[in-house]
């Protein structure tokens, strides 16, 4: 018969598995952020039913945040293409580069001329406003497991009523509930971590854009932070963005934003090593392979869950004692 905890660990790897086949990664990134909000809150009131309630607030928060910002986006959109257009064909003229566009409606077309007809385009908006819907139904549902869960933890929660104490079922629900415990402990590390340089980074960034008084501030602010929870790619992602924004007003703002964003970068290699590194110990080339995997496995949620598997993996062997006699020889020999 399988062992309680061999059977707890496979659980966890066929969680994880699923999620990637299912495409189920970002209502389990849902369940991790909204559990790991809800343990912040609960640190500062001391009680669940409050932070049940503070939470509650914030998600409706982060909800009408959420609208606001995409209506913006969709409305600054034509703005910022009909300003940065104009520079773009004067660049490429210079250069005798013949674009396929030369106002924002040109280049509504020439989009869909490259997805393909018009009828295979708007299929491929009702696709993606489909798979949309879809994820904003498994994101709420997340939310509400999460606070479930919270508020009465653990998978067998009448163990005390049962005839016979330590059952089997009652002994794996445990052994489960530690290997997700241990997984959730991983996950707050790494984006506790990911958070502190996030907001580092937005503050910095938030500096300069009102400096400069670049268009559109409020919302690549909320971009900059956004993306700043995902490793590595997320920072490169935002600084595209600025630096195309800040190009829409003169070639000039955007080498000084370029400039600018780089001295970020180099502020943050500090900061990974003092704030990540003191918590995660992986180096660098393992992290980097770890999110091309996880990209490929779940696209952009597997680029948050890349270094909370890598990092929950090294937390979990540094808890097996190997024996003597398989030790390395280098090991042995030391």
Known sequence: MITPIRLSYIVLAATIALAAVLHLAAPLLVVLFSYFALRQLYFMTRRKWLALILFGVLVAGIAAAAIYFTRAAIHALPNVADTSIPSASAWAQKRQIELPFTDFESLKQAVIDTLGQEANYLRNVANFAKSATTTIVFSILGIVAAGSLFYKTGLDPHRGTHRLKNNLYSVCCDEVSTRFRDFYRSFATVMGAQL?????????????????????????????????????????????????????????????????????????????????????????????VALIIGERLMGVPGLILAPVVLNYLRVEMLTIEVPRAIQPVEVLNR
């Open 196 to 288: 502190t340089i996030s907001l580092i980074n937005t503050a910095l960034t938030a500096i300069f854009l009102m400096a400069v008084h670049l268009p559109h501030t409020t919302l690549l602010i909320a971009v900059t932070f956004l993306c700043g929870l995902v490793p590595i790619v997320g920072n490169l992602v935002s600084n595209t963005i600025i630096v195309f924004v800040a190009l829409t007003v003169s070639p000039k703002l955007a080498i000084g934003a370029l400039v600018f964003l780089i001295g970020i970068h180099k502020l943050e290699y500090l900061l990974n090593s003092k704030i990540i590194g003191e918590r995660i110990r992986n180096p660098v080339w393992l992290t980097l």
